[in-house]
Structures are given as structure tokens and as C-alpha cells.
């Protein structure tokens, strides 16, 4: 299993950047795809990016491309979200998730989770 733990949330104003970091404790982090879901309150978990083993595919929900980018160090078995342009719409808590088998782009791979972390966009 893997242990996932996420850093980097809070409160920002609108059109400011955020990094999320997330650390994972497992022996081969390599094996994993890694992404980055998000939940408001009162909505349903959503995937935001999501990158591939090695690192040379990404995938980006619709309403984050172009703003958010998504990149992993598998020496450092961390990956980052760089979130820019926020928008008060981004305020959600945003989870960090791994996947040991399945395509790396679909939300079902998934079965384990960090805590979250809360990221809120003041207007």
C-alpha cells in the first residue's frame, strides 16, 4: 500500500499561484501513476491531472488546462501540482492519489489516498 501525504494548500486571492506537493512512502514509486482530485463541498470528488509512471504524459481536466501543471520526481517520489491563475471556483480540498494499475488518465485506477489539503481562492 502506499502512503501518500500532501502539503502546500491555503487560502490565496484570485489570479495567485499555489504549488502542492505530495510525498509518497512506498519502495518503488515508479510503478505508480500519480494524480491530483479535487472535492468542493457538497460536489463530487473530480479528477484535475493526472501524469503517467515515468513522468512524459500528463492528462488535464478541462477546467484546469493551461492553468495547472502537473510533474514528478520519482528520485524524490514526489509529485507537484503548480497551480496558477486560480480562480475562486478552484477552492476545494485537493487530494493526492495512486494507481498501481490501469490507464494513468481514468479516475477508476485509483485506490490510494492522501488526507488533502484545503485550498481556498478568496475573489
Known amino acids: 500500500q502506499v502512503q501518500l501525504v500532501e502539503s502546500g494548500g491555503g487560502l490565496v486571492q484570485a489570479g495567485d499561484s499555489l504549488r502542492l506537493s505530495c510525498a509518497a512512502s512506498?519502495?518503488?514509486?515508479?510503478?505508480?501513476?500519480m494524480a491530483w482530485f479535487r472535492q468542493a463541498p457538497g460536489k463530487k470528488r473530480d479528477i484535475v491531472a493526472a501524469v503517467n509512471w515515468s513522468g512524459d504524459s500528463t492528462y488535464y481536466a478541462d477546467f484546469v488546462r493551461g492553468r495547472f501543471t502537473m510533474s514528478r520526481d520519482n528520485a524524490k517520489n514526489t509529485v507537484y501540482l503548480q497551480m496558477n491563475s486560480l480562480k475562486p471556483e478552484d477552492t476545494a480540498v485537493y487530494y493526492c492519489?495512486?494507481?498501481?494499475?490501469?490507464?494513468?488518465?481514468?479516475?477508476?485506477?485509483?485506490?490510494?489516498w492522501g488526507q488533502g489539503t484545503q485550498v481556498t481562492v478568496s475573489s
Open positions: 512506498v519502495r518503488t514509486f515508479s510503478n505508480y501513476a
Open positions: 492519489a495512486a494507481a498501481r494499475f490501469g490507464s494513468y488518465s481514468s479516475p477508476h485506477a485509483y485506490s490510494s
